[in-house]
């Protein structure tokens, strides 16, 4: 199948999970995890009406996007991956949205690096709900010393949580980990009145159906649009 049609599929059945759900027609936004695919697939993406696309590496995402970039102004660009604060300022001219805010240390970059450049980004805190690999903010305290710092920053803004649910057949295990998210995702709302936690980033290609039941409002897309990975 052609990335045009996986696109279409994809969205056929983000739309019917909506309604099943109960929720109202796009209030899903679609994020096409592009990482280990060519530009000419990003162009294809493009071609088929996607604008947002997700990367997880900052080499890889300046080799692809910055031509791309230049020309297909509509593009926007996420990073999703772990980000090392010694890359925070090449990525920043690049994108809308780190989603990966999973420490103080990196905020703090980011915060520094935008207020330099007087260019504002919109962060998610990742939120570790599960997933093997332990990315993301461990517990409600760190959480929450983050945002602390975050109030205080110009060029930053809080949009809201992201996390990775345990890459698990065990139905239960993946709901709970998008449960615990959005319980924290109101959790934030209420303790942080005037920030934006309207954001809940969850659901990838093996999940996102149940992500959706569950609340998410951006779902991250690799394999079901580009294919498997090599
Ligand atoms: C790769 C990746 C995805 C997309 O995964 P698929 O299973 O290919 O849809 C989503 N989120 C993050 C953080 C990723 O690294």
Known sequence: MSI???????????????????RKPGSVELLAVSKFNPAESVLAAL???QCLFGENRVQE????????????????LHLIGTLQRNKVRHILPMVE????????????????RAAETKKSVDVLFEFHTGEQSKAGFPDETSLLKAIDLLAGMEYVRCRGL?????????EKAVRASFRALAAMGESCSRRYPNLDFSTLSMGMSGDYRIAIEEGSTLIRIGTAIFGERT
Not at 61 to 68: D, I, M, Q, S, V
Not at 162 to 170: E, G, I, L, Q, R
Request: a neutral charge; proline letters at 3%; glycine letters at 6%.
């Open 47 to 49: 071609r088929a009406g």
């Open 162 to 170: 992201m996390t990775m649910a345990p890459w698990s057949t065990d």
């Open 97 to 112: 949205c780190v989603q990966s805010v999973d420490r103080v240390e990196l905020l703090s970059e980011i915060g520094k």
């Open 61 to 76: 995402a300046r080799e692809k996007f910055e031509g791309l970039r230049r020309d297909n102004p509509a593009l926007r």
């Open 4 to 22: 045009a049609e996986n696109l279409e599929r994809v969205t056929a059945s983000v739309r019917e999970a909506e309604l099943k759900a109960g």
